[in-house]
């Protein structure tokens, strides 16, 4: 145990000097990074948090190596502003993720989006190279498909996989379908050199993904310099698909069948770390981008488990995400923890794996799970909850305060829109946007997980709570400057090779007051 304690010290001794730029040429080159983002994979998708069919002994045995977080988060419950949280350690409504388009509202489109990561934003590939990371994204980028916004202009030396999801098939005309490349070059598209079939839902493309991470592990560990992989596959969002080999295996049908060829694929990649002999210098962690889309259950989505609700609200089914580090030798095996994380402080906390401190002109939101993940540390912090510019909640410590409630209009919900299917929750699960600020709804997460009994308002419990979340929540907005949001225009043209001009020029929502510059991806 002393043993065990010294090594830690040590460590934690070596991050610091390496951040300090104490350490001297010659010293050991800093850990390599793998992220591992799922697609729309909810919490209760993993045997280790309780899914009865017991479908993933791979990502059950990362998590008895490592260590479990049961209560880590998205920054948004939608794909694109939670990868550009990830990447930026910022909140989406500081990075310009979100719309300011109506009120509350989540956006962004698979083609027409002409936003994208600005260039104002440090993202972690670009700040690791200078620590000598060689980087590469593997799967969906989803942070813009204009040429300003290719990942190879953000830090990543390589990519292989798409601009957004795998939608479609279109008919190329009006609409093409979603290109693939290899770096600069387009190598086809989904539906067309990369077959997807709705019926029966074979695709081979997590293979595809799974053999880009491999030999990109064993390239860059041959030429021994530290590598970033980000592995953002997307079999778990549908349309869901998987390869011959796995279709029909599942207890969970179709879905099931998605995310045990995921499970197979990350014990590949751990075995390559283990049979390479970098498992020890090499820090892996698996979560998902939001909460399951409950509006695509049964057949094409996951489980948030005992949760509320699902993708695209600010419930706990639609942020609370499936969580696991393993880094063998420095984590010890079999951890829970339950500091409130966030997928933003991966970015914090791969920056301090590299020795390097996160940029100091700007407020950054993810904190370093180093010591969490090394001496048990708990940290106290809030999170927060956003759809598009508003603030909806806040949880700070084990109580949660609401101060909007919505989930689907009801004009969609009449059209079978519905993000929390079969869970009505009488003056939560709301179809009109409530607002709460002047008493917001309080549960007690720990009690109250499924987020169905809210505090009485006459307690002591929730004045002490209310309390505590309104000093919280104003300090945030006293210093909050939001960025310049970039999911407001659309164009349907703006994915073809060649379109003709700007004339399909549409809007999201409302009216732009202008428009940015080009409508091409082609460059």
Not at 32 to 54: A, F
Not at 243 to 268: H, Q
Not at 357 to 373: C, E, F, Q
Not at 442 to 448: A, E, K, S, T, Y
Request: proline share 8%; aromatic share 10%.
């Amino acid at each position: 145990m002393a043993a065990h304690g010294a090594a830690i010290r040590s460590q934690l001794l070596l991050l610091g000097l390496s951040a300090l730029g104490l350490l001297a040429a010659g010293a050991p080159q800093p850990p390599n990074i793998v992220l591992l983002l799922m697609d729309d994979m909810g919490w209760g998708d993993l045997g280790v948090y309780g899914e009865p069919s017991r479908e993933t002994p791979n990502l059950d045995r990362m998590a008895i190596e490592g260590m479990l977080f049961p209560n880590f988060y998205s920054a948004n419950p939608l794909c694109s502003p939670s990868r550009a949280a990830l990447l930026t350690g910022r909140l989406p409504i500081r990075n310009g993720f979100y719309t300011s388009n109506a009120h509350a509202r989540n956006a962004y489109t698979p083609q027409e989006i002409m936003g994208g990561i600005p260039n104002s934003e440090h993202l972690l590939p670009e700040l690791l190279k200078k620590a000598g990371y060689t980087n590469k994204i593997v799967g969906k980028w989803h942070l813009g498909h204009r040429p300003q916004f290719h990942p190879l202009k953000h830090g990543f030396d390589e990519w292989f996989g798409s601009p957004n999801c795998h939608f479609g098939p279109y008919d190329n005309k009006v609409k093409p379908n979603i290109p693939v490349y290899r770096d600069w070059e387009m190598v086809g598209r989904f539906y067309e050199e990369f077959p997807i079939n709705l019926k029966t839902g074979e695709a081979n493309l997590t293979q595809v993904y799974l053999q880009e991470a491999l030999e990109f592990i064993r390239t860059q560990h041959a030429k021994h310099s530290p590598f970033f992989l980000y592995w953002a596959i997307d079999a778990t969002h549908a349309p869901v698909y998987a390869s011959r080999p796995f279709l029909g295996t599942s207890r969970r049908g179709r879905y099931g069948d998605a995310v045990r060829e995921i499970d197979d694929s990350v014990g590949k990649i751990l075995s390559l770390l283990q049979n390479l002999g970098i498992s020890q210098s090499t820090f892996v962690f698996f979560t998902s981008d939001n909460g399951a889309a409950l509006i695509s259950a049964p057949k094409e989505g996951g489980s948030n488990g005992p949760f509320l609700c699902g993708k695209q609200t600010t419930f706990e089914g639609g942020m609370r995400e499936p969580a696991i580090a393993w880094w063998p030798g420095h984590i010890a095996a079999g951890q829970v923890s339950h500091q409130l994380g966030s997928i933003m402080d991966l970015f914090t906390t791969s920056l301090s794996l590299a020795g390097l401190k996160p940029p100091s002109d700007r407020v950054i939101d993810g904190l370093d799970l180093l010591p969490t993940m090394l001496q048990g540390h708990i940290m106290d912090r809030p999170i927060f909850y956003y759809r598009g510019n508003t603030l909806m909640a806040v949880t700070l410590g084990q109580y949660k305060a609401h101060f909007w409630t919505w989930t689907s209009s009801w004009e969609d919900f009449k059209k079978g829109i519905d993000f929390c299917p079969g869970q009505n929750v009488s003056g939560v699960t709301t179809h009109t946007q409530e607002e709460h600020m002047d008493l917001p709804l309080i549960f007690h997460l720990g009690r109250d997980p499924g987020e169905r009994f809210p505090l009485s308002f006459a307690s002591d419990e929730y004045q002490d709570a209310l309390s505590r979340i309104t000093q919280i929540v104003q300090q945030h907005q006293k210093s909050l400057i939001p960025g310049q949001p970039q999911l407001n225009v659309c164009n349907q043209a703006v994915m073809n090779w060649a379109p003709p001009g700007c004339e399909k020029l549409g809007k999201c929502l409302t009216p732009p007051e202008s428009v940015p510059e080009k409508c091409s991806w082609s460059h």
